[in-house]
């Protein structure tokens, strides 16, 4: 009899050993909170009698525990504690106070020593004994673990420590889960930033080229311009008029172009002032009537009469022109009537202007790459994919924001937000200045044979007397020679440039201030710079001969009290 007890104590020891090594092997298998749980309620119930385990975890925001993992359930009990949360305000309660005060307490009995909580905690705490530890991180409590047993009775110290050795290791795994999430999280922020990084130096290595192509057009649209101008002189053919008419016409066009690759390119310091949300979109509806004419389209307009944005409305009427100009392609593709509806709203501290059709719509994949350079969903020919992209960088620019949204059924609408400012825009009426843009000495110096050829044919028409240069060492030489009215000089000249040329001029008393600076991309830094630390005129190519006339009158014309020689 004796022997047979020593031989039962001897197997309980061997069990016991088991359980232990089994509970330590979930504890350091690296798997989850769940996992672990689950093998330590299968290996602890057979060494300390506790086989039902809560894992509850706090949410700092609203100073809850919230029960996320369970093991030795019924599933009754199981759907019962689905949901469990346990507010740390209410003091009475065992959970709240362990979590609170971050030390473990244990029940012998929960049936005359019940742990206080609502009554969904009866689907954990049953009759038997309890035991509630803190789970913390560096000091931290981040939640509790919940321990139960059917039978009453006291809680050894040996089974204690093993509970203990539980939450420990419990914390350990929520600590490594936190630090993993968070090792993803920084991954994904660094991958998003070398995204960023990457497409940030192909946008810059775009807008070098896309300068670099618009200053190439800029000077043969600059001649193309003057000969047509020249022609229109010299022929008085009504034949010839209009031809002439109809080459001006596309060379605005081509210099739009190149002006919208230009603002693409690089961000300009943009002249903002009060504008009128309302006068600039009726602008720019009167711009397109054609169009919506031609394609029957209706425009429905709820303009608020109050809505002002500080921005520059050169640009702003850009983007408008861009934004409608689209919604028109897009109905004049589709058989039923097409609606443009257009809302300016004034929203807090922004002007919000929504411009909505009801045509086919973007697609899903597509309505995500519109604002990207050269994305385009038009057919071949009818789009260089860089209306949107321009529209986005005139907006970002102004501290606006543009964005896009179709709807599954049909249409699209467009969200711009631009900075609001108090008040109506004011408008500024020209006084004409007695002055003459005839009878004058003129230098040209610029590099291309067909600016200096075209600008000196329509100057010399107009009865002035006009040399040219092809150097800035030539126009040195010419203005030490002898004086002129008016100088009109390229700011990249293959020899010298503007600064240069500037710096012997003011040897030359009042000679930079009858200069006219042109340039087939002022847009620069650097251009910018020079031309507002001198004062200097400047015409940016490709410009219409009126233009120039206009800027000589400027010139001669009498000394007013006030002037801003900034201005094209």
């Given at each position: 009899m004796k022997?047979?007890?020593?031989?039962e104590t001897q197997?309980?020891?061997?069990?016991?050993?088991?359980?232990?090594?089994?509970v330590?092997a979930?504890?350091a298998?690296?798997?989850?909170?769940?996992?672990?749980?689950?093998?330590a309620?299968?290996?602890?119930g057979?060494?300390?009698?506790?086989e039902r385990f809560?894992v509850?975890?706090l949410?700092?925001?609203d100073?809850?525990l919230?029960f996320t993992?369970?093991?030795?359930?019924k599933?009754s009990a199981?759907r019962?504690l689905?949901g469990w949360t346990v507010s740390?305000?209410d003091e009475?309660?065992l959970?709240a106070r362990?979590?609170?005060t971050?030390t473990?307490?244990?029940?012998?009995d929960t049936?005359?020593d019940p742990?206080a909580?609502?009554p969904?905690?009866g689907?954990f705490?049953?009759?038997?004994?309890?035991?509630?530890?803190?789970?913390?991180i560096?000091?931290?409590?981040v939640g509790v673990?919940?321990?139960g047993?059917?039978?009453p009775g006291?809680?050894?110290?040996q089974?204690r420590a093993l509970l203990q050795?539980?939450?420990?290791?419990?914390s350990?795994?929520?600590?490594?889960t936190l630090?993993q999430k968070?090792?993803?999280?920084?991954?994904?922020k660094?991958?998003?930033?070398?995204?960023?990084?990457?497409?940030?130096?192909?946008?810059?290595?775009l807008g070098l080229?896309?300068?670099s192509v618009?200053?190439?057009?800029?000077?043969?649209l600059?001649g193309i311009?003057?000969?047509a101008?020249?022609?229109r002189?010299?022929?008085?053919?009504?034949?010839?008029?209009?031809?002439?008419?109809?080459?001006l016409?596309?060379a605005d066009r081509?210099k739009?172009?190149?002006?919208?690759?230009?603002?693409f390119a690089?961000?300009?310091n943009?002249?903002k002032?009060?504008?009128?949300l309302e006068?600039l979109?009726d602008k720019t509806?009167?711009a397109?009537?054609?169009?919506i004419?031609k394609?029957?389209?209706?425009?429905?307009?709820?303009?608020s009469?109050d809505?002002?944005?500080?921005a520059?409305?050169d640009?702003l009427?850009?983007?408008?022109?861009?934004?409608?100009?689209?919604?028109?392609q897009?109905?004049a593709?589709?058989?039923?009537?097409?609606?443009?509806?257009i809302?300016?709203?004034?929203?807090?501290?922004?002007?919000v202007?929504?411009i909505?059709d009801n045509?086919?719509g973007?697609?899903?994949e597509?309505i995500k790459?519109?604002?990207l350079p050269?994305?385009?969903?038009?057919k071949?020919?009818?789009g260089?994919?860089?209306?949107?992209?321009?529209?986005s960088?005139?907006?970002?620019?102004?501290?606006?924001r543009?964005?896009?949204?179709?709807?599954?059924?049909?249409?699209?609408?467009?969200?711009i937000?631009l900075?609001a400012?108090?008040?109506?825009s004011?408008r500024?009426?020209?006084?004409g200045?007695s002055c003459s843009?005839?009878?004058?000495?003129i230098l040209?110096v610029d590099?291309e044979a067909?600016?200096?050829?075209?600008?000196?044919?329509?100057?010399?028409?107009q009865?002035n007397?006009v040399?040219?240069a092809?150097?800035?060492t030539?126009?040195?030489?010419l203005l030490?020679r002898?004086?002129?009215d008016?100088?009109i000089?390229?700011?990249k000249?293959?020899?010298?440039q503007s600064e240069s040329?500037?710096k012997q001029?003011q040897?030359?008393g009042?000679t930079i201030k009858?200069?006219?600076?042109i340039?087939?991309?002022?847009?620069?830094?650097?251009?910018?710079?020079f031309?507002?630390?001198?004062?200097a005129h400047?015409?940016?190519?490709p410009?219409h001969?009126?233009d120039?006339?206009r800027k000589i009158?400027d010139?001669t014309?009498?000394p007013k009290?006030t002037?801003?020689h900034f201005?094209?």
């Amino acid at each position: 009899m004796k022997r047979q007890k020593q031989k039962e104590t001897q197997v309980e020891v061997i069990d016991r050993k088991t359980l232990l090594r089994g509970v330590t092997a979930a504890l350091a298998s690296g798997h989850g909170v769940g996992e672990q749980i689950s093998t330590a309620a299968a290996c602890l119930g057979g060494i300390t009698g506790f086989e039902r385990f809560a894992v509850l975890l706090l949410n700092e925001g609203d100073k809850k525990l919230l029960f996320t993992h369970g093991a030795g359930f019924k599933k009754s009990a199981s759907r019962a504690l689905k949901g469990w949360t346990v507010s740390l305000s209410d003091e009475d309660n065992l959970l709240a106070r362990v979590a609170a005060t971050g030390t473990c307490e244990y029940r012998e009995d929960t049936g005359t020593d019940p742990p206080a909580g609502t009554p969904g905690n009866g689907a954990f705490f049953t009759a038997g004994a309890a035991a509630v530890l803190p789970l913390s991180i560096k000091g931290k409590t981040v939640g509790v673990l919940a321990a139960g047993r059917p039978a009453p009775g006291p809680i050894p110290e040996q089974s204690r420590a093993l509970l203990q050795s539980v939450s420990s290791r419990i914390s350990l795994t929520i600590e490594n889960t936190l630090l993993q999430k968070s090792l993803s999280t920084e991954a994904q922020k660094l991958r998003n930033a070398r995204q960023h990084i990457v497409q940030a130096e192909k946008f810059s290595a775009l807008g070098l080229l896309i300068a670099s192509v618009a200053h190439e057009i800029n000077n043969p649209l600059t001649g193309i311009m003057g000969y047509a101008e020249a022609l229109r002189k010299m022929s008085g053919a009504p034949e010839s008029q209009t031809m002439v008419d109809k080459i001006l016409k596309e060379a605005d066009r081509a210099k739009r172009i190149t002006r919208s690759m230009l603002g693409f390119a690089r961000k300009t310091n943009f002249k903002k002032s009060p504008v009128d949300l309302e006068d600039l979109l009726d602008k720019t509806l009167d711009a397109l009537s054609a169009e919506i004419s031609k394609n029957r389209i209706s425009v429905r307009k709820y303009l608020s009469s109050d809505c002002v944005a500080l921005a520059d409305a050169d640009q702003l009427l850009q983007v408008f022109f861009n934004v409608l100009n689209n919604a028109i392609q897009a109905l004049a593709e589709q058989k039923q009537d097409g609606v443009i509806r257009i809302e300016t709203t004034r929203e807090g501290s922004l002007a919000v202007v929504r411009i909505r059709d009801n045509g086919p719509g973007i697609g899903e994949e597509s309505i995500k790459n519109i604002f990207l350079p050269f994305f385009t969903t038009k057919k071949a020919g009818t789009g260089t994919g860089l209306g949107l992209p321009i529209a986005s960088n005139i907006i970002e620019s102004h501290g606006g924001r543009i964005r896009a949204e179709s709807a599954a059924q049909g249409g699209t609408t467009f969200h711009i937000q631009l900075p609001a400012v108090a008040g109506k825009s004011a408008r500024h009426s020209s006084v004409g200045v007695s002055c003459s843009d005839q009878g004058l000495n003129i230098l040209i110096v610029d590099d291309e044979a067909a600016i200096r050829e075209s600008l000196r044919d329509i100057l010399t028409l107009q009865g002035n007397r006009v040399d040219t240069a092809g150097t800035g060492t030539d126009a040195l030489t010419l203005l030490r020679r002898g004086s002129y009215d008016i100088i009109i000089c390229d700011m990249k000249l293959p020899d010298l440039q503007s600064e240069s040329i500037y710096k012997q001029m003011q040897d030359m008393g009042d000679t930079i201030k009858k200069t006219i600076f042109i340039s087939g991309d002022t847009s620069s830094q650097e251009a910018h710079d020079f031309l507002r630390t001198t004062g200097a005129h400047y015409l940016t190519k490709p410009f219409h001969p009126k233009d120039l006339h206009r800027k000589i009158r400027d010139i001669t014309a009498p000394p007013k009290k006030t002037s801003n020689h900034f201005a094209a």
